[in-house]
Every structure is written in C-alpha cells, then in structure tokens.
C-alpha cells in the first residue's frame, strides 16, 4: 500500500520543505484545536494533528461503508424502540457496571412517566478498520458504532482541503482532483435543523451539552456556525449550568437563562466522569422533557458494546429487522466476531480462549471516547484476575481487526518529524430523524479517516493518539 507516495516518502529534504507548508495549510483551513495547556481559552491555538499525506482507502470499502450506513440507522433506531431486547441484554451488564446501570435507570424512569418528545435524532458514527485476512484481501469489518457525541465531522470537512493543497505543491495535481469532497458538518446541521424545525417554535434555540474542558471547541463550532447559517440561535452550556437553571414548565417544555430549548444536542456525557450526583440529576432533567435530545439515552444504549456484541449472534439482527433481508446481509458481512463473557459455558470457554491466545482478541468494557480497549499482555492480566467473577460480564471479546500498515508522517505540534507506519480507521457519519413511527430522514452525512502509528493500540484523535486524515482512493 505504501507504494502510491513511494517518491515522496524517503525524500528528506522534499519532506522537511513541505511539512511546514502543510501545517500552515491546516491553520489556514482551520483544523485547529486549543491547546493542553489552556483548554477553554482561543488566545493560543494550535493545528490539530494530522497526516503529512492522504492514506490509500479502496473503492470497493468506502463504497461498502456508504451503503451500509443508513442500514445501521435504521438498526439503532429500532434497538432504541426495543425495550425487551434492551432490558434482556443488558441485564447482566447492569448488575456490574455501574455508569450503564445509571443511564439504565434514567431510560427506565422516563419510560414509567411516558416520554414526552415525539421527535427522535440519531446523529451515529460507525467505524471500520480494513481486515487483511488469511487470503490478504482486505475487508470492511466494523470496530463500533458511536451513538452518542460523534465527533470530528467538523474538522474532517475542513482536512481534503489541506492534504489537496499538499499534492498540489508536490507537483501531484492529478491525484489532488481525485480527493473527494466531505462535510459531515453540513449534514449533522442539517439533521439538527430538521428536528429543531420539527419541535415547532420559532424562538425556541439549539443547545449543545458541552465539557468542561473544550479543546475540541473548533470541531463543534463548524456545525453550530452552520445552525446559524440557518438563523437558529445556538447556546453552548455544561450539566453543571443544567442543574443549576434549567427547569420543566408543566408541557415539560425545557427552558434555561429564559430561553425554551428545542434540542439538546450531546458533546458530552459518554464517560463515567463526566457525571457527579448533580450531572446525573440534570442528565434525568433533560430525558423528562419535550426537547429533542441527541441522543436520547435509549439511543445511548443501543450503542453500547453488549449491545454490539448481541448484535452479532445468529438470529438477532433477522428478529429486529423483519423483512429486509438485504439490509440484514449488509450489516453482517461488516461484522467480525464478537463474544459475551456471560457467567455460563461458552463464556467459560471464551475467557480460556483469549488467556491462551491473547494476541488473537481485544477485550472490550462499555465505554466511549477510546483509550479504554485491553490487548495483548494487559488482556491477559485483567481476564486471569476476573475469570471467576461476574466482573467479567461488563467486557465484551472482539476478535483482532488486522490491518495493513503503510507509511507516512504523523504532524504533531512540538512533536519531531519522523516516518511511521501507520494504519488507518474510518468512521461513516449517519443522520435520522423520527417523528412518533414516521421515519423523515435517513441519510450518511460523510466520512472521518484517522491514522495511528501501528504502536498505539487504542485511542483517537481527542485521546492524541490518532489523527486527521483523508482518503485516498483506489
């Protein structure tokens, strides 16, 4: 795969002259990020990291990828509806795993008092990795599906522009036309739009629940810049700003600092940390009311690793989308194969299988926003000090995706400039709109590739492990 840039790649000197053009390229395209050491101030930015160069994606995949992504859509929004298959699947997890047992809770009170929106938002990334199997043919095999605060469709429409630019002053303009265009931003404002204008009150705003670290801001406002295009007004607040002014009006209208709130649009609220008593109170305030929220924590469940891992069993994916055996074949040909650790037989048997060969599995807990995965020795030591209790049941087992590495050069700010071999992760964004049974909008929003150094097990580009990238395709 690394032959495409051959030229380019082990010429020192022509590196070390386009670097510094490419990173300016970034900054002026805006793929930017705060810094570490001031998170939540603009004064001192830097570029987000980034690939030197365009990575090689074949057409066949990314055309996979694309066609199976409103599948996947519809596949979360009816789990999300499902509240049998949801309780029965997570029915041990919950037992053990304390941050799906809350968010569980929370689904099953407002359940008991009724949910009061009527219109549902899913905004999904679902991500692949490149499988070269025994016959080295490559394969599309997904890694997860993030349900919740998906991001990085900001800056990726802002990156072909960069790696273009690169090729271009590389005297390579025949491969920068082939770049595709991409902007998720565009498609995810279109979706939250759409909901907002579903809601039906003009001087009702957007709000996007945000950390209280904001490093990432810039990757956010791309979409918000684009909700104001539209002339709907967006404000930025933290749980902590729920708890403290928001309120319920008797039609569970959602209101804060005087304002109805029409959708509630989820940065943040994927991890056990983001959560204290009084975020998890505003996080029950939010579910109880009429606004649209993104996701909706029905949603957020259905994007959890059991659920993933249930998915894939023999029969489910049939039962939960009757009739449309094509869609059942498209998702399942992405799927590669994943194993509940469940207190009985074939747990027992699977555990065995991965402290024997470590190498061969990722073990998985159920959690967002990467960095989180166990491989190799680290697997090992974890199964073979919970193999016997129930602790066991709040991981899942994945199969090792194996992808081929190609060389390139990861930019980092303060980071030397060196050669890596590398491979590479793409996530396909999916918008859908529901209102009560009625599906309004079904659509793939665009793409994100990120690149890691084949050392880096797990992470992504917010866990600076990960970075920017764009495909190049063959």
Known sequence: MTALWEDILHNDQLIQYVAPIAVDAALLEGVLMRTKDDPNASDVVNYAPFTLLPSVVPSGLLEQAYSVQQDFNLLVDEVSQNTEFLESTLSSTVKVDNFTAQLFKIYKQVLKEGVAQSVVLGINRSDYMFDHGADSTPALKQVEINTIAASFGGLASRTAAVHRHVLNVLGKSKEASKLLTNNPSKGISMGIAKAW??????????????????????????????????????????FKDVFEKASLDNDKRLH????????????????????????????????????VKCPDIATQLAGTKKVQQELSRPGTLERLLPNKPEAVARIRATFTGLYSLEMDEEGDKMVAMAI??????????????????????????????????????????????????????????HSPLKISECVSELGIFGVYLRQNQDLIMNKHAGHLLRTKAVEHADGGVAAGVAVLDTPYVI
């Open 197 to 238: 204008e579903l809601y039906g009150s003009d001087r009702a705003v957007v709000m996007f629940l945000v950390e209280e670290t904001q490093r990432n801001i810039f990757d956010q406002r791309c979409v918000e810049n684009e909700l104001w295009k539209r002339n709907i007004r967006v404000i930025r607040r933290r």
């Open 256 to 291: 804060i600092d005087g304002e109805e709130v029409a959708v509630v649009y989820y940065r943040e609220g994927y991890v056990p940390k983001s959560y204290n008593k009084q975020n998890w109170e505003a996080r029950l305030l939010l579910e109880r009311s009429r606004a």
């Open 356 to 413: 024997a060969d470590p190498e061969r599995f990722v073990l998985k807990p159920q959690r967002e926003g990467g960095g989180n995965n166990l491989y190799g020795a680290e697997l090992k030591q974890v199964l073979e000090k919970i193999k016997d209790s129930p602790e066991r049941t709040s991981y899942i087992l994945m199969d090792k995706i194996k992808p081929l590495p190609a060389l390139n050069y990861l930019l980092r700010a």
